[in-house]
C-alpha cells in the first residue's frame, strides 16, 4: 500500500501563488501521479495528472497557472499554482493509480480570497 500526504495548503490572496506537495510513503515509479480538487457542493474533478514517464495533462481551467512535477527520488509531487483566483478554493487530493490499485490522500485545503 502506498500512503499519500499532501501539505501546502492555506489562504492565499487573488493572483498569489501556492506550491503542494504529496509526499508517499513507497516508491511512486510505476504510478500516476494526479492533483484533484472538490469544491463545496461539486464533484471531484481532475486539476493536473502526471504519467510515469513524464506525461502532463491539465483541466482547461488550469492551463498556463498550474504545474505539476514529480521526483521519483523524493517519492513526492507537486502542484506548483500561480495566478490563483477565487474559483481555485478547494480541498486538493492527491492520487496515485497503479495496473491494479489507486490511492488517495487525505486532502489539503486552499482557500483563495481577498
Known amino acids: 500500500q502506498v500512503q499519500l500526504v499532501e501539505s501546502g495548503g492555506g489562504l492565499v490572496q487573488p493572483g498569489g501563488s501556492l506550491r503542494l506537495s504529496c509526499a508517499a510513503s513507497?516508491?511512486?515509479?510505476?504510478?500516476?501521479m494526479g492533483w484533484y480538487r472538490q469544491a463545496p457542493g461539486k464533484q471531484r474533478e481532475l486539476v493536473a495528472a502526471?504519467?510515469?514517464?513524464?506525461?502532463?495533462n491539465y483541466a482547461d481551467s488550469v492551463k498556463g497557472r498550474f504545474t505539476i512535477s514529480r521526483d521519483n527520488a523524493k517519492n513526492t509531487v507537486y502542484l506548483q499554482m500561480n495566478s490563483l483566483k477565487p474559483e481555485d478554493t478547494a480541498v486538493y487530493y492527491c492520487?496515485?493509480?497503479?495496473?491494479?490499485?489507486?490511492?488517495w490522500g487525505q486532502g489539503t485545503q486552499v482557500t483563495v480570497s481577498s
Open positions: 513507497g516508491s511512486i515509479f510505476s504510478y500516476d
Open positions: 492520487n496515485a493509480a497503479g495496473t491494479w490499485s489507486a490511492y
Open positions: 502526471i504519467t510515469t514517464s513524464g506525461t502532463t
